[in-house]
Each structure stands twice: as structure tokens, then as C-alpha cells.
């Protein structure tokens, strides 16, 4: 079995800190966990488009690129995820381009 590594477009959505969401703003290169329909967390790194700065309860689009792993479904444009610290979700996005995929 190969590893996948993906790089893609999203838009995402932090989850206001009254609703459970994280208290502190996030900026480029931050690494939570990301959960594509499955109970298998996968670390990756968001990079900001246009912003410098996403507030809890903010939106925007990004650039994530997902570390290897080999048990990630494909991942194809429209696919929803959750965005996760641990056990806590955080946020969630849609993936609207798959910009690259290595095996």
C-alpha cells in the first residue's frame, strides 16, 4: 500500500468559542487534525489565502497540504471534513480543488 500526500483548496469555517470552537486565532502553518468521514484523524498544515489572521467563528479559504499517510481515501472536490485539536473539532471545510496527489 502507498502513502498520499494531498494538497488542496478549502473553504473552512472555526467553530465560534462559545460553541466549542478555540478561544486563540489560527495563521498560516498551523497543523490541526483533519477527518474526512472517518473515525482516522490526519495531520496536515493550513496556509491562509488572502488573510493573515482567522478568527473562531470566521471563514475562509486555504491551501491545506496533508502529511503522507496510507490509509487516506481519494479526496476529490466537494468532499466535507471536520478540523480537529485532539478530541475537540474546532471547525469544518469543503474541499473545492485537489491541486496535487503523490503516491
Request: aromatic share 8%; hydrophobic share 35%; glycine share 8%.
Amino acid at each position: 500500500m502507498s502513502e498520499h500526500t494531498y494538497r488542496f483548496k478549502a473553504k473552512i469555517t472555526l467553530y465560534p468559542s462559545e460553541l466549542g470552537g478555540r478561544l486563540k486565532p489560527v495563521y498560516t502553518g498551523y497543523r490541526p487534525s483533519f477527518v474526512f468521514n472517518s473515525k482516522k484523524h490526519y495531520s496536515g498544515e493550513i496556509r491562509l489565502i488572502d488573510k493573515e489572521i482567522l478568527m473562531p467563528g470566521e471563514s475562509s479559504k486555504v491551501n491545506i497540504r496533508l502529511l503522507p499517510a496510507r490509509t487516506i481515501r481519494i479526496l476529490k472536490p466537494n468532499d466535507a471534513f471536520t478540523i480537529s485539536e485532539g478530541n475537540k473539532t474546532i471547525g469544518t471545510g469543503v474541499i473545492e480543488k485537489v491541486e496535487l496527489q503523490k503516491a
